[in-house]
């Protein structure tokens, strides 16, 4: 049987990729030395020994496996919560920066903040506060009257009488 070129890539990992085409000749050899090993066993070993060696490899590799994926597992939670946590601790600040600008920029436009409109707030509550209570006093006195207002007559403004000439005597 002629050997054919290896057209393998390598892929991250190190894991081996086979192109589609060398895929079924990887299976064939597979099936080949599977065949192998079985006429192997029907020289001196029994087929059940060679079944409990597989047993025995498969439960100790997938022990082995599994624990190096639990391994792995924890390990990826773990950075995975610390990531988490960072990426929250940079959008809290990216949020306090964000504020800080805001802020800064409408002062400079002359915006009032919140704080300001509520100062203003309360004082307009007690300018109010106080028209009301000064109010209530004027109208709470019926004895005292408001003074009448002094009307003025109105001067008329007098005519010059016309100059009369004089005679010449």
Same mark, same amino acid.
């Given at each position: 049987?002629?050997?054919? !070129?290896?057209?393998?890539?390598?892929?991250?990992?190190?894991?081996?990729?086979?192109?589609?085409?060398?895929?079924?000749?990887?299976?064939?050899?597979?099936?080949?030395?599977?065949?192998?090993?079985?006429?192997?066993?029907?020289?001196?070993?029994?087929? &059940?020994?060679?079944?409990?060696?597989?047993?025995?490899?498969?439960? &100790?590799?997938?022990?082995?496996?599994?624990?190096?994926?639990?391994?792995?597992?924890?390990?990826?939670?773990?950075? !995975?919560?610390?990531?988490?946590?960072?990426?929250?601790?940079?959008? &809290?600040?990216?949020?306090?920066?964000?504020?800080?600008?805001?802020?800064?920029?409408? !002062?400079?436009?002359?915006?009032?903040? %919140?704080?300001?409109?509520?100062?203003?707030?309360?004082?307009? &509550?007690?300018?109010? %506060?106080?028209?009301?209570?000064?109010?209530?006093?004027? !109208?709470?006195?019926?004895?005292?009257?408001?003074?009448?207002?002094?009307?003025?007559?109105?001067?008329?403004?007098?005519?010059?009488?016309?100059?009369?000439?004089?005679?010449?005597?």
């Amino acid at each position: 049987m002629a050997s054919k !070129t290896k057209s393998r890539r390598k892929r991250k990992g190190g894991r081996t990729q086979f192109e589609p085409e060398e895929l079924l000749t990887v299976v064939h050899r597979v099936w080949l030395a599977g065949v192998g090993a079985l006429s192997q066993a029907a020289r001196g070993k029994s087929v &059940d020994e060679l079944v409990a060696r597989g047993a025995r490899l498969y439960a &100790d590799t997938r022990g082995a496996a599994e624990k190096a994926l639990s391994e792995v597992k924890a390990t990826l939670d773990s950075r !995975t919560a610390e990531i988490r946590g960072q990426a929250a601790d940079a959008l &809290d600040n990216l949020e306090e920066i964000f504020r800080t600008r805001v802020r800064r920029a409408m !002062t400079g436009l002359g915006v009032p903040s %919140a704080e300001d409109i509520e100062a203003l707030s309360e004082r307009v &509550d007690q300018l109010n %506060a106080s028209i009301k209570k000064l109010s209530a006093k004027r !109208t709470r006195a019926p004895g005292r009257a408001r003074p009448a207002r002094r009307v003025r007559p109105a001067r008329t403004a007098r005519k010059p009488e016309p100059a009369v000439p004089m005679a010449a005597s």
